[in-house]
């Protein structure tokens, strides 16, 4: 079992940046790949970025490449997501998820996922 909490989500400005941080606990933290999600309201959740477990390999949504970088410090089993020149349309709640047992673009295959945060981008 791997228990993820999220922090650093708030209220910016449009062009604005956030840093999310996301600690893991309960398993070894250097075995999953992670990823962030999002969710804004009435909508699905859908893929933000995704790291492999060395942190040698990322992935993005289109959305969002070029704005926003994940990464990891597996000695603080931690995972981050800078987020810079913030939109309006990037306001949902965060999700950190864990071990993906297939595409990291499904939030089906990822097995665990933290409670997420709310950044609100404001216009």
């Known amino acids: 079992q791997v228990q993820l909490v999220e922090s650093g989500g708030g209220l910016v400005q449009a062009g604005g940046s956030l840093r999310l941080s996301c600690a893991a606990s309960?398993?070894?933290?250097?075995?999953?790949?992670m990823g962030w999600f999002r969710q804004a309201p009435g909508k699905e959740r859908e893929f933000v970025a995704a790291?492999?477990?060395?942190?040698?390999?990322?992935y993005y949504a289109d959305s969002v490449k070029g704005r926003i970088t994940i990464s990891r410090d597996n000695a603080k089993n931690t995972v981050y997501l800078q987020m810079n020149s913030l939109k309006p349309e990037d306001t949902a709640v965060y999700y950190c998820?864990?071990?993906?047992?297939?595409?990291?673009?499904?939030?089906?295959?990822?097995?665990?996922w933290g409670q997420g945060t709310q950044v609100t981008v404001s216009s």
């Open positions: 998820a864990a071990s993906a047992s297939g595409s990291y673009y499904d939030p089906a295959t990822w097995a665990y």
């Open positions: 309960g398993r070894t933290f250097s075995n999953y790949p």
């Open positions: 790291i492999t477990r060395s942190g040698s390999n990322t």
